[in-house]
């Protein structure tokens, strides 16, 4: 596993050069091609990769989006603006994402231990607020803020372990109210609350 993957999840979430007009009809687990194809490769910046996908060299492009975004200075990252950081700072909090790994979890003021394969549809406290508040992933700060702060791959790759095991449970699709129940309640895809 490398920053390549926690670089995609970022570049679709945050990047300005995605398209967000083009949607899949499912969004499971974004795929290569899927990814190249949305990418804006006349954007500044994006030469390279662009020219190595021309080759038909999927490897090197794929490097290349990653250096991209490693280096690049606009939009800056959303959180940290460390990516050229070489050593970890020497004090280091990382108590709240050694629980993730742990799946030590507590909302609500009730904790659980989970098993290592997150059940994201389990209501493992009989609370549908409980299972609402898990699968808004609050605790994914955590383990962004470790991996950026510590360099240590198994924060990113946790985190790639669980949105892909998220993903697969709940594809995005229209209509996707349909099997949440008349409240909306077991949705795991509930908008915006007030």
Request: hydrophobic letters at 35%; aromatic letters at 16%.
């Amino acid at each position: 596993m490398s920053i390549f993957y926690l670089t995609l999840v970022v570049f679709i979430i945050y990047s300005s050069v995605f398209d967000v007009s083009r949607t899949f009809s499912s969004v499971d687990v974004l795929r290569e091609h899927e990814l190249f194809r949305q990418i804006n490769l006349n954007y500044p910046g994006l030469e390279p990769v662009k020219e190595a996908e021309m080759r038909g060299d999927r490897e090197a492009a794929k490097k290349l989006l990653t250096y991209y975004y490693q280096v690049r200075k606009k939009p800056p990252w959303p959180v940290y603006h460390k990516v050229h950081q070489k050593k970890p700072p020497q004090k280091v909090n990382t108590l709240k994402a050694d629980l993730v790994l742990r799946r030590e979890f507590e909302f609500l003021g009730k904790k659980a231990q989970l098993t290592k394969m997150i059940n994201w549809d389990e209501d493992i406290m009989a609370d549908p607020e409980w299972k609402a508040a898990l699968n808004e992933h609050y605790f994914w700060i955590y383990l962004d803020q470790s991996y950026w702060q510590t360099h240590d791959e198994k924060y990113a790759e946790d985190f790639v372990t669980q949105l892909r095991s998220w993903l697969e449970l709940y594809p995005r699709l229209d209509g996707f109210r349909s099997n949440c129940g008349e409240d909306g309640m077991r949705c795991p895809w509930r908008t915006i609350q007030f």
